[in-house]
């Protein structure tokens, strides 16, 4: 090996995926040195294949998931946590109220307020300290990046929701940036609708990245919005929806291998949903929804229990748009303040359906399921974050 040119070494292992080459860092120093180098990191982005991984919250945690099409019927395996460890501790796992994933990147939001970076695939953390007035219940997190001839350059986004004014709560924006480790409020940003009219936002729902900018399913006055933030420039887009989507829908947005935004969504109490991608969005090209397929879900079984309140359907992600398949989540909502639920596999024309056991979660940690692709992105501290730990 020690005669192959290192430029050639280089362009093998940038094609090589992350979780493969994460074990060849003790093959050697030599290989071991290349791949840390943020260079390599940033040609690996480009060059190697995205291998696209299942994450689950769970009792707080976030779990591996697998779902294998190849067998009939299809298996559905939850597997151990990932390894997020406490910043103060060796052996403690952080629990997580929140999560949001960004080039291989996870922002969870701790159940103790704190903020934290993740790179499950290199193990690599970063505390992030937040402002002393922030209030982490009322708040939104996005990760993302702005491109520049440097590579990307890692920012978060946090809208804090003050819903004491009701019934038009009060959004404020701050943004933190990882090279200066500092956070500074926004001005211009004001969720403006299509016509250039600030929206009236009463919640918001699930969150996604795609290529450096967030996006996000908001419920407003005037019905249901879906919008992104442009990291780069730093402001707030209004974007259409699938022609087909109504006022009063329930919806899920997820990614699709970094290519595609896909939204799920079906009209409440009722077990027809939709499932909609977009073209493969450009950061500055417009996009476009095409329908994917149609599902009419399984309803729940009445089990029979006294403790039994409502049932209801959870979460739903795309995870193979060739072969039509989705994986989503029914749940029971008991009196004991639990959730009882399964997490399903199903195709269109009911092809590929399987089922889980029934598993339990509490209600301050319901089920979310982020399709992830793993990658080496570096995660690097600040100079004042250094000198901290230094001290």
């Known amino acids: 090996m020690s ?231 730093e402001r707030d887009r209004r974007l259409c929806p699938p022609p087909s989507l109504k006022e009063f829908d329930w919806t899920a947005l997820s990614v699709i291998r970094e290519e595609k935004l896909s939204l799920a969504f079906g009209e409440v109490n009722s077990l027809k949903v939709e499932i909609w991608v977009t073209n493969q969005i450009d950061t500055d090209a417009a996009f476009s929804w095409s329908k994917s397929f149609a599902l009419d879900l399984v309803d729940i079984p009445d089990c029979g229990w006294d403790g039994v309140t409502f049932k209801y359907l959870f979460w739903i992600v795309l995870v193979d748009e060739e072969k039509k398949v989705a994986l989503y989540v029914n749940a029971w909502q008991v009196k004991s303040h639990n959730s009882v639920y399964k997490v399903y596999v199903t195709g269109e024309d009911d092809d590929y359906y399987t089922e889980t056991a029934y598993l339990e979660s509490s209600d301050d940690c319901l089920p979310f399921i982020i399709d992830y692709v793993p990658s080496l992105v570096q995660i690097r501290q600040s100079r004042r974050q250094k000198e901290k730990n230094e001290n």
């Open 3 to 233: 005669d192959i040119p290192l430029d050639l070494v280089e362009e093998i292992l940038s094609r090589v995926p992350a979780t493969s080459l994460k074990r060849f860092r003790t093959t050697c120093k030599l290989w071991n040195a290349l791949i840390k180098e943020e260079r390599f990191t940033e040609k690996h982005f480009r060059k190697a294949p995205k291998q696209s991984r299942l994450l689950m919250m769970k009792d707080n945690k976030i779990c591996s998931m697998s779902v294998n099409l190849n067998v009939a019927p299809p298996t559905i395996e939850l597997k151990g946590a990932l390894d997020l460890k406490d910043s103060h501790s060796n052996s403690k796992q952080v629990d997580i109220a929140k999560v949001f994933h960004c080039d291989g990147l996870l922002l969870c939001t701790t159940k103790d307020s704190k903020l934290v970076v993740y790179n499950p695939c290199s193990g690599e953390t970063r505390w992030i300290q937040l402002e002393t007035t922030c209030v982490l219940g009322f708040s939104q997190f996005a990760l993302g990046y702005q491109n520049n001839k440097h590579g990307r350059s890692y920012k978060i986004l946090k809208i804090w929701d003050d819903d004491v004014h009701e019934p038009r709560p009060v959004y404020e924006f701050t943004i933190y940036e990882f090279k200066s480790d500092s956070w500074r409020k926004l001005l211009d940003v004001r969720l403006r609708d299509v016509d250039g009219c600030e929206c009236q936002i009463k919640r918001f729902g699930n969150g996604v990245s795609l290529k450096g900018n967030a996006y996000w399913v908001a419920y407003g006055v005037a019905g249901t919005i879906l919008f992104s933030f442009d990291f780069t420039r």
